[in-house]
């Protein structure tokens, strides 16, 4: 199980929703890329859980929005 580091490529402004560029959650999975593998549920889980924002609903779980960085 490797542990991968997730971090926000951009800013992103959508009414009350503000996500600025550099935020990141580590997530640790079996998959080469955690953002393919289950839909992205464990990355979309970890933002919420640290941040409270639901990157699915504005559909930002994608590679041009976030970085993937293997620890």
Do not use: C, H, W
């Amino acid at each position: 199980m490797a542990l991968y580091k997730i971090t926000t490529k951009r800013k992103f402004v959508n009414g009350n929703l503000l996500i600025d560029k550099g935020m990141s959650v580590q997530v640790s999975s079996f998959a080469a890329n955690p953002l393919y593998y289950n839909e992205g549920n464990d990355v979309n889980n970890a933002f919420i859980r640290i941040f409270g924002i639901d990157l699915k609903p504005q559909g930002l779980l994608s590679a041009t929005f976030l970085e993937v960085e293997k620890m």
